[in-house]
T-cell receptor
């Protein structure tokens, strides 16, 4: 059963520290999305990639967030330096070209910044 | 502008009762439509999707949804809810740039 995997599942860190979240998309999927979910803002699209190229990262705070796809099996989201307002659940989702836009979500990384 | 509206933030239903969650969309072309469910502490799981053809779509866990073009709606239904259906439900429409446009979600509460 193909799934999107995310690590770590939980992360507690202190303000100012660097945080790296990782995502392994479903094998063969060529589009990867990063979302952030909070009680106040709901589900927000941060960035997404197609064939490893960034298509849109307008949802990301540029000064502290960065997203990359070093290869087709790994997507990373980095926050440096982290702030308490970054506390949220971060989801990765992947999709294939022929899927009509269907996105498959990972279990999320719950980030707490103290 | 493309948008998805889920007018109900919360819905409370008794266990065993029927359920209908509303979703309205604004989209210029023929939409691809989706319903996802998010259980507490989990990621979003695809319930069902509509691309074309039969406007009544069957999904997992006994859910179905009906696409009504004239009403720009894609409402989710279940004839008899179970306590395990308590979750948040998201409607989405596929946009032309591979993204999904998401509704704000409806939280379903089940009364015993």
């Amino acid at each position: 059963d193909a799934r999107v995997t995310q690590t770590p599942r939980h992360k507690v860190t202190e303000m100012g520290q660097e945080v790296t979240m990782r995502c392994q998309p479903i094998l063969g999927h060529n589009t990867v999305f990063w979302y952030r979910q909070t009680m106040m803002q709901g589900l927000e699209l941060l960035a997404y990639f197609r064939n490893r190229a960034p298509l849109d990262d307008s949802g990301m705070p540029k000064d502290r967030f960065s997203a990359e796809m070093p290869d087709a099996t790994l997507a990373t989201l980095k926050i440096q330096p982290s702030e308490p307002r970054d506390s949220a659940v971060y989801f990765c989702a992947s999709a294939s070209s022929g899927g009509g836009g269907t996105q498959y979500f990972g279990p999320g990384t719950r980030l707490t910044v103290l | 502008a493309q948008s998805v509206t889920q007018p109900d933030i919360h819905i409370t239903v008794s266990e065993g009762a029927s359920l209908e969650l509303r979703c309205n969309y604004s989209y210029g072309a023929t939409p691809y439509l989706f319903w996802y469910v998010q259980s507490p502490g989990q990621g979003l799981q695809l319930l069902l999707k509509y691309f074309s053809g039969d406007t009544l779509v069957q999904g997992i866990k006994g859910f179905e949804a009906e696409f009504k073009r004239s009403q720009s709606s894609f409402n989710l239904r279940k004839p008899s809810v179970h306590w395990s259906d308590a979750a948040e439900y998201f409607c989405a429409v596929g946009a032309s740039n591979y993204q999904l446009i998401w509704g704000a979600g409806t939280k379903l509460i089940i009364k015993p």
